[in-house]
């Protein structure tokens, strides 16, 4: 087998490689890929559709099969790598099914409705290490087109629920019990989803936007079958931390601040110095899996 043959110091490089090209790719040219491209290659060759993808993704981001290092590279990264999503799942998620997010402009805050065309690349999960030190992006793609609330600041997206949100929130939800803390609010997802679970007793946000949580107060919370167990409380999640962790009570808490592992690496690390205040609870941080490749 291909990796077999990778040594520590192949990985070390091709793990950069892969990242640093995928990151390149998706940032410039996610939607490069088309659903002609992807026909075609599919009749010609008789091969299907997440196999057409790769080949095709491999090339973009100038990966060359027929060279020694790409072939390894695509063996040892592509099959783990790439996810053809079936967009049901997403479709039928509660959040999506139940609330309908407005398309409007408030106080230089954008709620709309966004899209990832048939074909478009996209992060859809934590980074996977794996034991040999492979690190593998997730990357998935629709048939069809799909569409994600977002919420914009300046033009700048600040707040999604896309497939990826979805996906890398899993473990956050499953564990939620009894009296939950998150800090981040954004569009609700989370408070949403521990929300609606029985064995939930109740959900406080810290939030420090007042506009978003005005406009979550207004447009979202109402739609939430179980809006009377969610508490919002303006505050800096730090100086949360600082003043009111102790004495909160929560049983799990879970931090979503960050927007990559560029800023999440250094704010969990800041959040993680104030867990022995609050001994007893189950703390949880968004994308941990990830930032968990880039150390703290």
Known sequence: MVTEMLDQNKISHYNNTICTQLAAYITNTPDFITQDIINELC???G??????????????IGLDTSDEAGHEIYEAYFPHMVRYLDDEIYINDPYYKNIVIPELLNDGWELKTERYKPYEAFV??????????????????FEHEFRYPALLEGGREWMLITPNEINTMKRA????????LTFGLGLGYFAYMASIKPEVDSVVAVERDSRVIKLFRRYILPQFPAAAKIEIIESDA????????SDCGADVV???????PSDGVALRKHMRKYESRLPGANFLYWISDTLDCYGD
């Open 47 to 60: 091969i299907d559709l997440r196999t057409a993808f790769s080949f095709v993704l491999a090339a973009a």
């Open 43 to 45: 009749g010609e060759c």
């Open 173 to 180: 939800v499953s564990a939620a019990h009894g009296r939950v």
């Open 254 to 260: 879970f931090t979503d601040l960050w927007h990559d």
């Open 238 to 245: 730090f100086d949360y931390a600082e003043n009111k962790l």
């Open 124 to 141: 859809c999960g934590d980074l996977v290490k794996l034991s040999d030190g492979r690190i593998i992006p997730q990357i998935g793609f």
